[in-house]
């Protein structure tokens, strides 16, 4: 027979736990010494606590687990042992849908990078530009309301039945970056008109230009490579940037009565032209 402490340490089984199942009859000793009353389990005793463990771990109470091995009944708990085999089944195909869902989730994270390409730049090159009029609206936001300044300006162009003759366009006077802010001047090509304030002609004039493709979180790499290119030509810049959005999320045959983002493009897929006036030094 093991002492408390040896047949303890063979189940992994705290001493404490074991004179616990003992009080409530669980588990009794095989044999109670009458002296000494110390407590000992003879090798049956292991069969039977494995057996209470492996009860345990499946979510059956103490009462239960006490009824069970008390019970002659094979009939009743062969039935309560397939429920319970069925229930731990199920649990398993929903881990397994649960493991199958956190490693997409893990690869989607691993490859974030991937999933929106960095831009592609197109080489840069001299272009002359003669004027156009335009129509305007300017205003000083946060970068992330650019959107409703956009829907402002269709709004505004469709209330004066002005006609657009090109792709919307973007100046950015001033830039707060610790405020997210930027002093943004949006324009749109229309038919000349000088009878509606906000209509002016965009300057004629030589253009460094660049093509970006890539979401607009990429274009600081289009303006790198263009001021880089700029300063090898030996050329100066004039006046600020234009940024032309030749594909993006103003669809190319928009209904200015109903603007809505053209949802069906991948930003991947957006094409932004950036024009920077120069001369010769």
Request: hydrophobic share 35%; proline share 4%; with cysteine.
């Amino acid at each position: 027979m093991y002492s408390i402490g040896k047949f303890s340490k063979i189940c992994n089984i705290p001493v404490k736990t074991l004179r616990y199942y003992s009080d409530i009859g669980l588990l009794k000793p095989s044999y109670i010494d009458p002296v000494t009353n110390y407590r000992y389990y003879d090798y049956d005793k292991i069969q039977l606590m494995q057996k209470i463990m492996l009860l345990k771990s499946c979510q059956f109470s103490i009462a239960t687990i006490k009824e069970f091995i008390e019970s002659s009944d094979q009939i009743q708990w062969k039935s309560i042992l397939q429920h319970k085999i069925n229930e731990l089944e199920d649990q398993r195909t929903k881990m397994s849908k649960q493991i199958e869902e956190m490693n997409r989730l893990k690869i989607q994270i691993e490859t974030e990078a991937s999933i929106i390409p960095g831009p592609l730049l197109s080489d840069c090159y001299i272009e002359n530009r003669e004027e156009i009029p335009v129509y305007t609206i300017r205003k000083k936001i946060k970068v992330q309301f650019i959107d409703e300044l956009v829907k402002d300006l269709f709004d505004r162009v469709y209330a004066f039945n002005l006609v657009i003759t090109g792709k919307l366009m973007a100046i950015f006077h001033e830039r707060e970056l610790s405020q997210k802010e930027a002093d943004i001047e949006l324009l749109l090509p229309v038919e000349a008109t000088d009878k509606i304030d906000g209509c002016r002609i965009l300057s004629s004039g030589i253009y460094a230009c660049i093509t970006v493709k890539g979401p607009y979180s990429e274009l600081d790499e289009g303006y790198k490579k263009l001021k880089s290119w700029i300063f090898e030509q030996h050329l100066n810049q004039i006046a600020k940037e234009i940024e032309i959005y030749e594909e993006g999320l103003v669809p190319a045959n928009v209904n200015i009565r109903d603007l809505r983002p053209d949802l069906n493009r991948h930003p991947s897929q957006f094409v932004t032209k950036i024009c920077i006036p120069v001369v010769k030094k």
